[in-house]
Nanobody, 125 residues
Framework: QVLLVESGGGLVQAGGSLRLSCAVS????????AGWIRQAPGKETEFVAA????????YYEDSVKDRFTISRDNAKNTVYLQMNSLKAEDTAVYYC??????????????????WGQGTQVTVSS
């Protein structure tokens, strides 16, 4: 059983920063791709960022490029999302997802079988 637990969400003023963590247990994630997906109230899910199993390749949705950074520490079985210059429109529940694969980046929510419970990020303007 693979369990993902997000942490690090909270309330922050516009322009501030947060770092989300996704701790994985039950399996070593060294051969798992990972991603962050968010859902704002009343909106569909939005794929935010992805990282390959070695961490050498990443993807960012256009609205978060140059502000968010996805990274991973396979030794700690943890994936991170550093969020800088936060905007009110970044307010959402952020979910971490993982999928075992040595292939290319996974860029769709449907590509992932393992999900965390989500952490709320609220950015006040």
């Amino acid at each position: 059983q693979v369990l993902l637990v997000e942490s690090g969400g909270g309330l922050v003023q516009a322009g501030g920063s947060l770092r989300l963590s996704c701790a994985v247990s039950g399996r070593t994630i060294s051969t798992y791709a990972a991603g962050w997906i968010r859902q704002a109230p009343g909106k569909e899910t939005e794929f935010v960022a992805a990282i390959r199993w070695r961490g050498r390749n990443t993807y960012y949705e256009d609205s978060v490029k140059d502000r968010f950074t996805i990274s991973r520490d396979n030794a700690k079985n943890t994936v991170y999302l550093q969020m800088n210059s936060l905007k009110a429109e970044d307010t959402a529940v952020y979910y971490c997802a993982a999928q075992p694969t040595l292939g290319p980046l996974l860029l769709r929510s449907s590509d992932y079988n393992y999900w965390g419970q989500g952490t709320q990020v609220t950015v006040s303007s």
